[in-house]
């Protein structure tokens, strides 16, 4: 008869486990409709590399070596910039996650940066902002609204993002643009040679459960994440991400995301140790994720690791972007990005839940 250790280390190995990255597969397609509108599309290595492909042509084609920033941004946002030797000012946004722009400064041979932030920032007060400012560039960063048929709409020059954590691909930087055009180098990278490997071992542990092979993928991931910090240069996606991004059903996963943010989100009002940040969607707004603010950000993070649920702390920001804006730091030292992506079902919602509401009251 088993012991009772071998019975909790086979619950252990057959969790649910929700939030990681994850490989996906799809069929040859075309470019996506929401992107065929644009003269300049370009799939690269990741986010990162957009932001240094902007900054370089900036620099190369207008001279601009400002770039303003909005306070809640991790250094991935800007650090292309900072790299070519930019000035980065943060600004401030307010608690509906919509930017702060001061008219008394001047932003005449600037670069204003822009997030649409979960889908909540209201695309029609960036747009108005960038209407009456056409002495700045003005860059959106759509990493949470790639799929967002709305923010396509927006009068700017430049739209930039990842979309590896919204697909699963080993590479996924994106940049669109009627206005300028950027350059990629196509050869090889320790980046995307170090992600193929952790996917690999990844579908490995799916179907064994082998701790060993899980903490074998998660440091590829994480040493491909360092490379970045050597490996400078812009460059393209790899062609089998390509191929799975020009070929997703792009309904399913709307419709996804939307039915397991709202389940998730009907939930989470019974806990009153959990603030959801976007309690409601706007209208055409596809979900990247479901932020939440907690009293004790890094024992909880851990606690929902422990039990399977992946939660990342998305934005340890600037200290000098702690100065601009109280509440960009509040959501930095507070907040927690719980998944709702296409994986998962509505049922799936429960599970998340029922581990969170353990994490936050035991």
């Known amino acids: 008869m088993p012991s009772k250790n071998r019975k909790a280390t086979a619950r ?8 990681s990255e994850f490989d996906y597969v799809g069929d040859d397609g075309a470019i996506q409709s929401i992107w065929n ?11 990162r590399d957009a932001v240094s492909g902007t900054a ?23 650090g292309g910039f900072m790299l070519e ?4 000012n943060f600004y401030p946004i307010d608690e509906s996650f919509n930017p702060l722009l001061d008219e008394k400064n001047d932003y005449k041979n ?3 940066l822009f997030m649409l932030y979960y ?11 960038i209407k009456n400012h056409k002495e700045c560039v003005s860059i959106v960063d759509i990493t949470h609204a790639v799929w967002n048929e709305d923010a396509y709409c927006l009068p700017a020059d430049a739209f930039i993002g990842s979309i590896r954590k919204s697909v699963g691909v080993v590479n996924g930087g994106i940049f669109l643009s009627n206005k300028f055009s950027i350059e990629a180098k196509s050869v090889s990278n320790k980046f995307t040679q ?47 991400s390509i191929r799975t991004v020009l070929s997703l059903n792009t309904e399913e996963i709307k419709r996804k995301r939307t039915l397991n943010f709202n389940k998730l989100s009907a939930l989470l009002h019974g806990l009153s140790s959990v603030r959801p940040l976007c309690g409601k969607l706007q209208k055409n707004v596809i979900p990247f994720s479901l932020p939440v603010l907690v009293s004790n950000q890094s024992e909880v993070q851990l606690k929902l ?48 839940y029922e581990r969170l509401k353990q994490a936050v009251y035991d």
Request: charged content about 25%.
């Open 12 to 19: 252990v190995m057959t969790m649910r486990e929700f939030g």
């Open 110 to 112: 600037s670069v204003v």
């Open 85 to 88: 030797g930019f000035k980065v």
């Open 194 to 240: 170090l992600r193929e490997g952790a996917f690999k071992l990844k579908n490995i542990y799916n179907n064994t459960r082998d701790e060993n092979i899980k903490n074998e993928y998660r440091k590829m991931f994480s040493d491909a994440e360092l490379s970045l910090n050597n490996d400078t240069g812009v460059f393209s996606a790899d062609n089998k």
């Open 305 to 352: 690791a422990k039990q399977g649920v992946y939660a990342p702390v998305l934005w340890p920001i600037n200290e000098n972007a702690k100065k601009v804006c109280k509440f960009s730091e509040k959501v930095s030292e507070n907040m927690l990005s719980l998944p709702i992506d296409q994986r998962y079902s509505p049922d799936d919602m429960d599970l998340i």
């Open 119 to 129: 889908g909540v920032t209201d695309i029609n007060q960036v747009g108005g902002f």
């Open 37 to 47: 509108g644009f003269s300049t599309f370009k799939l690269l290595r990741c986010g």
């Open 56 to 78: 370089i042509a900036m620099l190369k084609e207008r001279g601009i070596k400002t770039v303003w920033v909005p306070a809640l941004s991790c250094i991935s946002m800007y």
